[in-house]
RNA sequence: GGCGUUAUGGUGUAACUGGUUAACACGUCGCCCUCUCAAGGCGAAGAGUCCGGGUUCGAGCCCCGGUAACGCUACCA
């Protein structure tokens, strides 16, 4: 009853301010936080939902943090937390609390936190708001794909909802692994038929619980899913509002039923809008770079693109200028803060497109002094370490140090275009050229950026492609360099990187697409 | 298929509690400047606000009904 009044309080405020403002239950000082998960590069969608808590957070003398939802041992990737911690500072968009520099709450990463979902999953299943759940993967999938067929949702049959203590008894003492779910209700005495939340952002929602699935809460590994994890941590770690993509707004109902299965309080909910490609699906690799890495290594400054991301779904007054001769839409990390308002965010999903984006970095290159943009150059570009890493596959190679640039250039250009003479092999159509270099490309996504992986993936793609190794590299080659000669190609990949190399493939499959499309 | 969300030029946004020819920025095109390319300056084209009804003197803003796009629909997040 109090979260209603709360939340009809929170309505009328909402009507009325159209400002900064705190909600009903401001006492709590407020606490926001990101939890990205180490699956690979830290992605564009990390650095504008955190740039978002950020601002909230110091809008409101809050306390903003970043928590490693590492929960999926499959899907982990040992370098990626480490890349998570370096783009975000790169970004600018520091933390208060994190593994890194601790704090109050810990710990931050959720693998350090298996006991305590283990004991909160124990108390769900005491007061009978989850279950465990006996049916093994197979079975499951079963399942799902005869409720597909059948061209019913596909939905968790709820057969171990009713399993009887003896039965749940006699699988345990013989050891079958389990799950927890959660049990929507009704059940119990709990016979409620939906969950109605309040997004800040959009009014209420609701969802009847026909359409809402067990979720699994825990899973046979003894490992928590986000769903429980999110809950439990967002509750321990005093999160006030939780500023996420719009992607979360179907699992939020399970959720809330969690807080209320724990008897805890709800934080506030924000779900912002999916940053989107040129055709509106939601922002991934294939169409975009999407990989902060990518971003840091092509030479866009952080200012410009913190100054893009708060473009997307507006937020900052039409009119405002830094200065009054200041050009328009051109703002600080520090503007924003000063003057963003959460509740002007426009919801639709706004594209990231990449040419607005360099135009805002070419206005904030151009406002360096000229040795600030010298030593921009040489800090990126031409950075010693890049130097140094060149220079080793150059040494023997060259006969005066002015022939440095005539194999190295692909290496300081943005756009390579190699003819159709280099990249098309004697024997080949241009055709099934383009078809073998997509899967080099779809191979390149999925490979370690070692040299043995590399050389082993693209091995393996050549035999079961029918392609000699000469015809393989020198199509990658021509691709990364523009030339049919270059300095060794994994090596010089190595040092170019893999986010700026996949880039590259991807554009000039999309180039040679669209040539082939004028035709 | 089910559920949810969204909908203003190619893209990002604006338009006070419904009120003049829907505004700004990027991009595009043209002109000026200029050894080139940018930058800069000037100018132009481009949407009648997803569609159909309704309310109103008047609707991008309100109501009803559609449509489309996107998201979710995992022992991924």
């Keep these: 009853m109090s979260a209603e009044i709360a939340s009809l309080s929170f309505t009328l405020l909402a009507l009325n301010f159209n400002h900064i403002m705190t909600s009903a239950n401001s006492e709590a000082p407020i606490r926001v936080r990101i939890a990205p998960s180490p699956t690979g590069d830290p992605h564009v969608g990390t650095a504008y939902i955190g740039l978002l808590n950020y601002i909230y957070a110091r809008q409101r003398g809050g306390k903003f943090i970043l ?17 998570i911690f370096d783009s975000l500072r790169w970004a600018g968009l520091t933390w208060d609390e994190g593994p890194d520099v601790g704090g109050p709450l810990g710990p931050y990463r959720q693998s350090e936190r298996t006991a305590i979902y283990r004991e909160h999953a124990e108390i769900l299943l005491k007061n009978g708001t989850a279950y465990r759940c006996f049916c093994t993967p197979e079975e499951l999938e079963a399942t799902r794909k005869q409720q597909l067929a059948a061209k019913l949702p596909p939905r968790y049959p709820g057969t171990c909802r ?9 699988n345990e003492a013989a050891k079958k692994p389990y799950t927890i779910r959660l049990a929507v209700p009704p059940h119990g005495n709990d016979l409620t038929a939906s969950t109605t939340f309040r997004d800040e952002l959009r009014g209420n929602i609701t969802f009847e619980h026909g359409n809402v699935d067990d979720q699994v809460l825990m899973k046979s590994d003894g490992f928590p899913t986000y769903h429980l994890a999110n809950v439990v941590d967002d509750h321990l770690m005093q999160i006030t509002d939780v500023i996420r993509a719009e992607e979360w707004i179907s699992s939020t109902p399970k959720h809330v039923l969690l807080y209320k299965a724990f008897d805890w309080q709800t934080p506030r909910f924000w779900h912002m809008p999916l940053l989107r490609n040129l055709d509106k699906s939601k922002i991934s690799k294939r169409k975009n770079p999407v990989s902060l890495i990518y971003y840091r290594d092509s030479g866009y400054l952080p200012s410009a693109i913190l100054n893009f991301l708060g473009l997307m779904g507006g937020g900052m007054p039409a009119d405002f200028k830094s200065t009054p001769d200041s050009i328009a839409e051109k703002f600080t990390l520090d503007e924003m803060v000063q003057h963003f308002v959460f509740t002007d965010i426009r919801v639709g999903g706004p594209v990231f497109d990449l040419t607005k984006l360099k135009w805002l970095n070419g206005e904030y290159l151009r406002a360096l002094s000229p040795e600030d943009f010298f030593l921009a150059v040489r800090n990126s570009v031409f950075s010693d370490d890049y130097l140094r890493r060149i220079s080793a596959l150059m040494q023997t190679r060259i006969e005066t140090l002015t022939q440095f640039g005539d194999l190295t250039g692909f290496f300081f250009s943005d756009n390579v275009i190699p003819p159709a003479e280099v990249w ?8 099934d050229t383009l078809t073998f270099a997509t899967d080099q490309l779809a191979v390149l996504e999925t490979t370690d950026w070692t040299h043995d992986a590399l050389e082993a993936a693209l091995k393996k793609l050549g035999e079961e492609k029918q392609w000699s190794v000469k015809e393989n590299f020198m199509l990658l080659r021509a691709i990364i360099t523009g030339s049919t000669m270059s ?33």
């Design 67 to 83: 928590r490693i939802e590492d929960t999926d041992r499959t899907r982990f990737v040992s370098t990626s937390e480490q890349m």
């Design 487 to 519: 300095p060794p190609l994994l090596e010089s990949m190595i040092v170019f990187g893999k986010a700026r190399s996949l880039d590259r493939a991807r554009r000039f499959l999309e180039a040679q697409k669209k040539a082939a499309a004028k035709k």
């Design 162 to 170: 009713r399993l009887t203590p003896e039965q749940i008894a006699g």
């Design 424 to 431: 098309i092999p004697k024997k080949r159509t241009p055709e």
